[in-house]
């Protein structure tokens, strides 16, 4: 990209406030989410599970089921695809079970019939036999030698040689000397840490309506991160060709991660391709979280060595994650994005991924970097105490900067850590008094950000007004962001734009709306496509005025003769070239497609105030701020929206939320009733910062901000409540039982 | 034209015990295929999914960003996100 592409400051409608688009149909209710979908002789689904943590399937009798009155197919495994290997193997095995049920909830058949009732009567009807196998879900118990071999296959060649099989991937990265640094140290703190699964807790269930005929043509509609990723997956698992299946990404009721795959969708084509009608599923809350997606709990070590000074002369970390029964836990990104805020001479990390028996595991904002923060930035506050260091000054002086070497390898770019810490400090949340009993936390984080395939057209009306066609689901605001780049680009109002989230048949492929990406990618090309627009509307003005084209240029949304040279002629706006543009040489659009590749990594920096009742263990969070570089905040309230919700879900994640397994290994808490996420009167008003720190690898200088706020949560959050308890808390979430019984085990140590 | 590439040093197994191998590429496309022709043991690696650091700008899945002896190249695992 050109630099003088570039544009970080003079905006017109960037970092401009207005109406979000999908507002009036969200409070209206008119909004058409995943289980709004419906279609003349649609039938419901209804899929049968597993009980059994592990178990072996005998015999699957479809038998009864079939006989019900108003059951129209029913489907096992035979119904799909055969041969597939890799991630679409592995999804496969996870949306529909083959000889062995893997986890508690895993779907084992599924039946559709004319009604919702008669569905889940019929599921009940389908006889499983199993042969119970010995199971385990625990991270630490599924690694020791005697734990249960879940397959013995799937260990990559990256795995070290005597390691357990349920050990799959490995990882470890650094450089300089580790040991060397240590003997350099005044102080040393060696710590180890674990945390709990956490679900992205969206609160809209998966549900789609899927119609597939014998000809091997199919229409899906479903709530999605990614459609198109959908639509390749589901092909491949029912076995028809990719461009014969159109997909069509509902409304989304929150996806964090956990969308960005497929559970009842492939299910239903086949249910649809059997009964020869539409297919209905709509998954229960129980479902959500026994079957789709949670983070990986989590087994840490982290040994970091400082100077009397504050300086960091070496950091390790071991960090194990478990991703249930399938390859895939995202300990590579524990591992690099542990220590990546800092400026180290000597640090290595090393990740182990690791399949037990629970459901396979999901992306969940800045999949794995929570955790491995978690433990670091734990072990960072803790020398501080022993040092009487202040947290921020000592993050500033190892903060990593631009041409910094990474802990992951490569030296930083252009980033904004500094800024955010800086911010921190100045921010009067920092030096606030604390009554007694609370306590004061921060933490930083960091993420990589993602660019990803992107395609965007954009079509232009006889009134002036435009119409956008992205195909990245909007799950932060996109839909107002990109009308207001292309606003900037056309010099037309925000209002003046309508933005729709194209279908798969009407649009080149676009990856998931996943890893911070829309604002930058999707953003990127609406950008270039409105560049392609004002290009072909500056042709029409030369051709009018009989001059070149490249004596035309555009500004505030007027074709412009480009000096005194190029003649005398009035501006001409873009609605007077667009009115006639069917006749003086046809429909005016824009296209862009590309993969961008410069999409920035970003940090933040959070403060948090605690509130621990030593008599119950109840912790209160009461004050929450949190910094984070943005590179160009496009829509702030969105930004910030996005810095409170990454902060919100941490609140939970560190202090409630987690998935309990009892010794069967079956899910003890799959509603919402004992998984207990944060409500508004848990929460505090979280305050925000946004710092603009430019992206060089994006026109307006945007990094994503939709996974960075989650990552320095869990820390923040820590370092607080341990401050206020007078007690490290070294294992998520922070519930009252384990509040009290870190107060009562220090007690007994006197 | 030869360029060089650190790896993390987790396939240091793959490679003999080298953190850091010089192969002929002049693009990542071609740095892909002459580390799995050079170092048969990393094409699995490699065909699970890596992305490469130009001068520390990441190249997530693009096989075409051009590459000169004088960048600092290193070899990253896909990344991805939530």
Not at chain 1, 510 to 529: F, M
Not at chain 1, 585 to 598: K, L, M, Q
Not at chain 2, 32 to 48: S, T
Request: hydrophobic share 40%; glycine share 10%.
């Amino acid at each position: 990209m050109a630099l003088d592409d570039h544009k970080t400051t003079g905006f017109k409608f960037i970092g401009t406030r207005p109406d979000r688009p999908d507002g009036l149909d969200k409070v209206t209710g008119r909004a058409l989410f995943g289980a709004d979908a419906q279609a003349p002789g649609m039938l419901h689904g209804a899929i049968v599970r597993s009980p059994h943590a592990h178990a072996r399937i005998l015999r699957i009798d479809t038998t009864a089921a079939e006989a019900l009155e108003g059951v129209k197919a029913v489907v096992t495994r035979a119904d799909f695809a055969t041969g597939l290997s890799g991630e679409f193997g592995f999804v496969l095995e996870n949306v529909m079970a083959g000889d062995r049920a893997l986890y508690d909830g895993h779907a084992v058949a599924a039946v559709a019939a004319s009604s919702a009732l008669i569905a889940r009567d019929a599921a009940k009807l389908v006889q499983v036999d199993y042969e119970i196998l010995p199971h385990v879900t625990d991270v630490d118990a599924a690694m020791v030698d005697d734990a249960p071999v879940l397959n013995d296959t799937y260990a990559d060649a990256t795995v070290p040689a005597g390691l357990h099989p349920n050990v799959v991937r490995y990882h470890e990265s650094g450089h300089g000397d580790v040991e060397a640094g240590f003997a350099a140290a005044d102080l040393i703190v060696e710590d180890s840490f674990k945390t709990e699964a956490t679900h992205q807790g969206y609160i809209e269930p998966h549900a789609c309506l899927a119609t597939l005929g014998a000809d091997g043509k199919g229409e899906l509609w479903c709530t999605t991160q990614g459609h198109w990723i959908a639509q390749k997956t589901c092909a491949a698992l029912v076995g028809i060709d990719t461009s014969q299946l159109r997909v069509t990404a509902s409304e989304i009721g929150g996806g964090f991660g956990g969308k960005t795959t497929v559970f009842i969708e492939p299910v239903a084509l086949a249910l649809s391709r059997k009964a020869n009608r539409p297919v209905k599923i709509v998954m229960n809350r129980s479902e959500v979280f026994r079957a789709t997606g949670p983070t990986s709990s989590t087994s840490m070590d982290v040994k970091i060595g400082m100077m009397k000074d504050g300086t960091i002369t070496a950091a390790q970390g071991v960090f194990r994650l478990q991703g249930g029964a399938f390859p895939g836990a995202p300990m590579e990104f524990s591992a690099m994005c542990a220590f990546a805020p800092y400026n180290l001479e000597n640090v290595k990390q090393v990740g182990y991924d690791v399949i037990s028996n629970r459901p396979k595991q999901a992306a969940y904002r800045a999949p794995g970097a929570p955790m491995a923060s978690f433990a670091v930035e734990s072990v960072i506050d803790d020398l501080c105490k022993q040092l009487g260091l202040d947290p921020i000054d000592t993050r500033l002086k190892n903060a990593a900067r631009e041409g910094t070497k990474a802990s992951y390898g490569p030296r930083f770019q252009r980033i904004g850590l500094v800024e955010t810490l800086e911010a921190a400090k100045a921010h009067p949340h920092y030096t606030a008094p604390l009554k007694p009993g609370q306590g004061r936390g921060v933490s930083c984080g960091f993420w990589f950000n993602h660019g990803g395939e992107t395609s965007v057209s954009l079509a232009l009306s006889e009134d002036g007004t435009c119409q956008i066609s992205v195909g990245t689901p909007d799950i932060g605001g996109s839909r107002a962001s990109m009308a207001l780049m292309a606003a900037e680009v056309l010099g037309i109002a925000y209002e003046n734009f309508r933005v729709t989230v194209a279908d798969t048949a009407t649009l080149g492929y676009n990856d998931v709306s996943h890893g911070s990406r829309v604002t930058y990618a999707s953003g990127l090309a609406t950008i270039k496509a409105a560049q392609d627009a004002v290009a072909k509307l500056c042709k029409r003005a030369a051709a009018k005025w009989g001059i070149p084209e490249d004596a035309v240029y555009w500004e505030d949304g007027f074709a412009k003769p480009s000096g005194a040279n190029a003649g005398n002629f009035d501006p001409i706006p873009l609605a007077e070239i667009t009115k006639d543009m069917g006749s003086t040489g046809g429909p005016i659009s824009g296209h862009f497609e590309a993969t961008p590749e410069g999409a920035g990594v970003s940090f933040g920096t959070h403060i948090v105030d605690a509130e621990v009742d030593p008599e119950t263990g109840k912790t209160a969070v009461v004050r929450y701020t949190v910094i984070q570089d943005a590179g160009k905040a496009i829509h702030p309230t969105y930004v910030e929206g996005q810095f409170q919700g990454g902060a919100a879900q941490g609140i939970g994640w560190a202090l409630n939320e987690e998935y309990v397994y009892g010794e069967d290994g079956r899910l003890q808490n799959s509603i919402f009733l004992d998984y207990r996420v944060p409500v508004a009167s848990d929460l505090p008003m979280i305050d925000t910062v946004i710092v603009e720190v430019p992206n060089p690898g994006h026109p307006y200088g945007v990094r994503g901000v939709g996974e960075t706020g989650i990552v320095p949560p869990l820390a923040a959050i820590a370092n607080a409540v341990s401050a206020a308890a007078g007690v490290r808390l070294r294992h998520l979430p922070m519930s009252p039982p384990r509040i009290l019984r870190a107060l009562r085990a220090q007690a007994s140590e006197g | 034209m030869r360029v060089e590439v650190h790896l993390w040093s987790g396939l240091r197994s793959l490679t003999g015990g080298l953190e850091k191998v010089s192969v002929e590429a002049a693009s990542t496309g071609e740095l892909l295929a002459a580390l799995a022709r050079d170092y048969p043991q990393l094409a699995p690696v490699i065909d699970a999914g890596v992305s490469v650091a130009v001068d520390g700008r990441i190249i997530a899945s693009s096989l075409t960003e051009p590459l000169g002896p004088d960048n600092e190249i290193y070899l990253m695992q896909r990344l991805k996100g939530g």
